[in-house]
């Protein structure tokens, strides 16, 4: 079973500018295949807008997985400044 990070851990991993399955995995708490999986389909979608468009090798830009997975940047902020005032 994978293990849910705290606002902040996560934070920290969306703060990459580039994502590969690693980070997908730690994001989203799944195994490598399903990263696999998640980063192709980024991978797809960003090369559909842009055919011309290069990325690293088997990387994909961060924003474009916040973006995929629709992750609120600003609670997740507000929620990792309330994890720090509790402890």
């Known amino acids: 079973m994978a293990s ?12 990459c500018q580039w994502a590969g399955n690693k980070e997908i995995m730690k994001i989203i708490g799944c ?3 399903t990263a696999i999986k998640v980063r192709r ?3 797809n979608s ?6 011309n468009c290069r990325l690293p090798s088997k990387k994909v830009p961060m924003q474009e997985v916040i973006t995929y997975f ?3 940047l600003k ?8 994890n720090k005032k509790i402890k």
């Open 4 to 15: 849910q990070l705290l606002a902040d851990e996560l934070i920290e991993v969306l703060s």
């Open 31 to 33: 195994g490598t295949n």
């Open 41 to 43: 389909e980024i991978e």
């Open 46 to 51: 960003v090369r559909k807008i842009n055919p």
């Open 70 to 72: 629709g992750i609120d």
């Open 75 to 82: 609670r997740l902020e507000k929620m990792a400044i309330l």
